[in-house]
């Protein structure tokens, strides 16, 4: 094994590898980046003008300096694009970044002057920070086990990396009324939350092999959560682009421009109605030119090249070293009942590296950590890391037989915390601490509630559990959707928080439900507390928190947080 | 106003009436949409329209063969519905006359203008004309297959210009 030791491995993982046409494209966006940014410092441009043109590049104007967050694409990264966010952590900002719930990074200490130096350095690792921010098509999310996951039928990154570059600098829709998000899915379980998307595709596989797409759409968050419909059923993989297309004009021609409150597509499909804006949607599908935008089979073909799966070992799919490992370390196995997902290739897992160590701002990553995990990557994964929409890191393809080694080498690094999809694994935005648009704090609203419930035995007897923080109405942390979601709001200069229950991004998605009047910044820890303590007393055998929560409805939770009060 | 054909300064040879002008029938005029009824049938001269942001493409289909201008008003930069009224005027009724966007514009936003069908562009007088060439020589290539694209070179991507 010496060869591969902490060295670029010798096989990677399939992922998307630029040309000289996707870099030189790129250099030329840093070009027109690096002119604006000279223009704006000149005066030519208005800051109102240079507003969507920064934000198309990733450059918010936070509280406290400028952010730039920088895309992911689909939340896959090579171990040597991590190590460039590393390089730009350290030169451009104070030694650590921000994984996002849309599954990208944000440096959170960026100056102007050197905005367009940050991102020519991320260019050097094919890297960048195109439409992570703007009025305009999103980064693709999919699902953080893609191409890995024992329940996955199509591997959803490579309609993900299609529809990326379909999006990437669109001339029609670079100023649409709002922010347009796109999630996608291959598998039976939905790990992309693709009915809280303005588009959600859910890829299906027919028996003789064809590809397929469900689509929804009118789904989001923020301020009026609302849940997408499903405009087609099965659409065939050639008009993808097409379909797409149609969804767009129609929404870029009719979509509120007057108010930001109304102007995603959502509430254009409430006011239209779902029945009216299916027929706008197929009129205008019906009436463009089909064959400019029929997807081919040898482009699909020839981005599916990328994706090929690494030169995976034969292996039995039971391992006796990783149960050896289990029955002679508690921990280790604890750790392995939380942190791992199951694999479609025997022998293999995949490991999710948590980003939420007890006390600790979730979705944080010092530079030194990147680099670390970069050489793990290598050593145990095919030099590919993976972001999730939880805020956490996955290692896809890790062998079964080298788990303990992997886990063995995450401890003294922070992380190897064995929390994933425990209370502790809480969803936060970064809230007032950060942001120019929070009306409260969240970052230490989840470090309390981890505190309190420190103890991982405690959190295991607890079991599954998904609380979501966000600062503000603009719901980053999708606190509508879950088990406990937590808003902060500004209520005559202080800080409250509005909890809901029952929410859920996945196959049976639901907003959740409000339990009441607000609670104030110091009572939250307390009220997480009594919702669980509630659960335990009255959960039957098997149940999880949001299954009690589904069979009993909001009454017993309700009676026990204001009874008290 | 200055006056950007295909990325090239050039004259306008048409004549901006005014709300309440009356329209000349002996020289290219460019008048509001709503004035449209008041033009006689008998009209040799080139007639132009100017349109908002809210018109949709349907609404011009009865008058493209009357007119040899549309003006495309861009009341805020920010307002990209321009973009699509342009693009289906061209693609969807093979629209052949000028196509020209007037109002707020950027010129980040030249060459999607152009991609879109665009023809031209009105610029303030005054303005310095180098962002606005500078764009159209930015990139080379693009990723989405768009009315006035070449060839496709690999992919998704395509060559333009």
Known sequence: ?565 | MQLLEQGRPAADRWLRVADAAPIPDDVAALIGLERLAEVPAGRTAPLGVVVGPATLPEELAPLLNRVALIAVAFPKFRDGRGFTLGRALRERFRYGGELRAVGHVLPDQHLFLLRCGFSAVEVADGADLAPWTAALGRFHTAYQAMVTDKATLRQCMRRFG
């Open chain 1, 1 to 565: 094994m010496d060869g591969l030791d902490r060295t670029a491995p010798q096989v990677t993982a399939g992922i998307y590898k630029y040309d000289a046409y996707d870099r030189q494209f790129l250099r030329d966006r840093v070009a027109e980046f690096r002119g604006q940014v000279d223009r704006r410092l000149a005066g030519a441009l208005s800051e109102d003008e240079f507003k969507p043109l920064r934000l198309m590049n990733g450059l918010y104007l936070q509280l406290h300096a400028y952010m730039l967050r920088c895309a992911v694409p689909y939340g896959v990264l090579s171990s040597d694009q991590m190590r460039q966010f590393a390089v730009v952590a350290r030169r451009f900002d104070r030694g650590y970044g921000h994984f996002t719930t849309r599954q990208n990074i944000q440096f959170n200490w960026i100056k102007l002057e050197e905005a367009a130096d940050a991102i020519a350095t991320l260019a050097d690792a094919d890297l960048h920070a195109i439409q992570t921010s703007g009025n305009c098509i999103r980064n693709v999310t999919t699902d953080e086990y893609a191409g890995a996951a024992f329940d996955e039928s199509v591997d959803p990154r490579v309609y993900a990396e299609i529809l990326r570059q379909w999006s990437t600098l669109h001339p029609e829709f670079s100023f649409l009324p709002r922010k347009f998000k796109i999630a996608i899915t291959g598998a039976a379980r939905d790990r992309a939350a693709i009915q809280l998307h303005d588009i959600g595709l859910a890829a299906r596989r027919d028996a003789s092999g064809a590809v397929s797409f469900e689509v929804w759409v009118g789904g989001g968050m923020g301020r009026t959560p609302i849940l997408a419909y499903r405009i087609r059923e099965r659409l065939p993989e050639a008009e993808t682009i097409a379909y797409l297309e149609a969804i767009l004009r129609v929404y870029n021609a009719l979509g509120g421009r007057e108010n930001i409150h109304k102007a995603r597509i959502k509430i254009l499909v409430r006011d239209v109605g779902q029945a009216r804006f299916t027929e706008l949607v197929e009129q205008e599908y019906a009436r463009l030119p089909r064959e400019r935008y029929r997807l081919e089979p040898e482009v699909v073909a020839a981005i599916q090249a990328h994706f090929a799966p690494p030169p995976f070992a034969v292996l039995p799919q039971a391992d006796a070293a990783l149960a050896a490992a289990c029955d002679g370390d508690a921990e280790f196995a604890a750790w392995v009942g939380r942190n791992t997902h199951p694999h479609k290739v025997a022998g293999y897992i995949s490991a999710v590296i948590s980003l939420k160590p007890i006390g600790g701002i979730p979705g944080d990553c010092s530079a030194a950590q990147m680099d670390a995990i970069a050489d793990l990557a290598d050593r145990y994964a095919f030099g590919e890391v993976r972001v999730s929409h939880v805020q956490n890191l996955v290692l896809a393809h890790v062998r079964k037989d080298e788990l303990y080694a992997l886990w063995q080498a995450l401890r003294p690094l922070g992380l190897a915390t064995g929390n994933v999809g425990l209370l502790s694994d809480i969803i936060a935005c970064p809230g007032l601490d950060y942001c120019a648009l929070a009306n409260a704090r969240a970052i230490p609203v989840a470090q309390l509630i981890a505190e309190r419930f420190a103890d991982l035995h405690r959190q295991h007897d607890i079991g599954s559990v998904y609380i979501n923080i966000s600062g503000c109405i603009n719901a980053c942390a999708h606190h509508h959707v879950g088990h406990i979601g937590i808003l902060g709001v500004d209520r005559k200069g202080e800080e409250y928080y509005q909890i809901t229950l029952g929410g859920s991004a996945t196959n049976d998605a639901r907003i959740g439900d409000i339990v009441g009047p607000s609670f104030a910044y110091d009572q939250v820890t307390d009220a997480v507390e009594t919702i669980l303590r509630s659960y335990l007393a009255i959960r039957q055998a098997g149940e999880l928190f949001i299954d009690t929560y589904r069979r009993t409805g909001l009454a017993p939770f309700k009676e026990a947080l204001y009874a008290t009060a």
